[in-house]
């Protein structure tokens, strides 16, 4: 079912403060020809589901900390990005691995393939990805388990960090926040450690990023893309982003984003 006008206006005005950074009630109602008592109220609608800030007499782009903290936010972005980037770290994957998976929406996109992947070990501490895997019993799992955060609908915490350092894997897959001079970038220092020791874990280091990754910036290093065997972007990505990574000594994939990437893949049932 296609989005109604209501819903199509406040997608279009989410989009126009992200591109333009900022932006005012009054302009706002002259570029979509309503109100501005209508662009108020999108204005909160927007800023209570995550997609920006509100400011005095207008909003700006949503901080990448709050954004990150949004995992229902983060699931509704770039939907058909993440199935293509999925798709193709498939070909990378085989049965029989031991797969940690980490908590990001981008990975999260695996989950309908893991069937294929029979019989398979899940490291993760993402409770829908834990879900998924729960209700196959050729997947054997590892939760990995802390402290519950709602917003990120995934287990965090020190203790997370501990099982990490006593584990090992055949395959890590992963995303991050933002991607900037050679590093990937966190906006919280916890969090941020807690991906280092994922990445150290794995034989095989995949991560998987989609081209708003390389103009996010965040505050917090959590590793040099250097560490990384294989990194996935879509074709969106710019040439001298390209470049950057292959140039820090990482294999690089450009995946096209296809027709079939905008719906949803069904999940392999269990046999």
């Not at 589901?49 to 972005?77: I, Y």
């Not at 995303?175 to 906006?187: D, E, I, R, T």
Request: hydrophobic share 45%; with cysteine; proline share 7%.
């Amino acid at each position: 079912m296609a989005p109604d006008v209501p819903t199509r206006r406040r997608q279009a005005i989410a989009q126009h403060v992200q591109d333009a950074g900022t932006a005012r009630i009054e302009d706002l109602a002259e570029r979509f020809g309503v109100s501005p008592m209508t662009i108020h109220r999108d204005l909160d609608l927007l800023a209570a589901e995550g997609w920006l800030e509100r400011t005095r007499g207008g909003a700006r782009t949503a901080s990448l900390r709050q954004h990150e903290r949004n995992v229902n936010l983060r699931r509704r972005q770039q939907t058909a990005t993440k199935r293509a980037l999925a798709r193709a770290a498939m070909a990378h994957l085989r049965p029989g691995m031991s797969l940690a998976l980490d908590d990001s929406t981008t990975v999260a996109a695996l989950q309908p393939h893991l069937g294929a992947l029979r019989p398979l070990t899940i490291i993760t501490n993402f409770l829908p990805t834990i879900i998924a895997g729960a209700a196959d019993p050729d997947i054997d799992l590892v939760c990995l388990g802390g402290q519950y955060d709602r917003n990120l609908d995934s287990f965090d915490g020190p203790s997370v960090t501990d099982q990490l350092l006593t584990l090992t894997a055949d395959a890590v897959v992963m995303s991050a926040a933002a991607v900037h001079q050679g590093f990937l970038l966190y906006p919280t220092p916890d969090a941020a450690r807690r991906k280092r020791v994922f990445i150290e874990m794995g034989e095989l280091k995949i991560l998987l990023v989609d081209s708003t990754k390389f103009a996010a910036r965040a505050s917090y290093r959590v590793a040099p893309v250097a560490l990384f065997d294989l990194v996935i972007v879509d074709a969106d990505t710019a040439p001298e982003h390209r470049d950057a990574l292959a140039a820090a000594g990482v294999a690089v994939e450009v995946v096209e984003v296809l027709p079939a990437d905008d719906e949803p893949v069904p999940p392999t049932s269990p046999t």
